[in-house]
């Protein structure tokens, strides 16, 4: 059973950084590209970044694109987001997520397996 277990939420001021940690087990690390999307209140899960099966290919949303930095150690089984020049609209719960494919997409839909879910706050 694939279990992710996200770490390294917390509250931090505006212009702060963060890294976000989500330890996979239970399945074949390399075989799945992984996902970070995020949840503010009242708003639908939204994607933020996306990462290949071996760290070959990234994507990211644009609200983040040269802020935030997903990568991945397979050795670890174990995929990160560095969150850098925080703004309070980042504050949401930050989920990561794995597809049953080697790249991943930005479509929730198409990620099979979910962790809990870590709360990032960010004040102003």
């Known amino acids: 059973q694939v279990q992710l277990v996200e770490s390294g939420g917390g509250l931090v001021q505006a212009g702060g950084s963060l890294r976000l940690s989500c330890a996979a087990s239970g399945c074949s690390f390399t075989s799945y590209a992984m996902g970070w999307f995020r949840q503010a209140p009242g708003k639908e899960r939204a994607f933020v970044a996306t990462?290949?099966?071996?760290?070959?290919?990234?994507y990211y949303a644009d609200s983040v694109r040269d802020r935030f930095t997903i990568s991945r150690d397979n050795a670890k089984n174990t995929v990160y987001l560095r969150m850098n020049s925080l703004k309070p609209e980042d504050t949401a719960v930050y989920y990561c997520?794995?597809?049953?494919?080697?790249?991943?997409?930005?479509?929730?839909?198409?990620?099979?397996?979910w962790g809990q879910g870590t709360q990032v706050t960010v004040s102003s």
């Open positions: 990462i290949s099966w071996n760290g070959g290919s990234t």
């Open positions: 997520a794995a597809p049953t494919t080697l790249y991943g997409t930005v479509r929730p839909n198409e990620y099979t397996y």
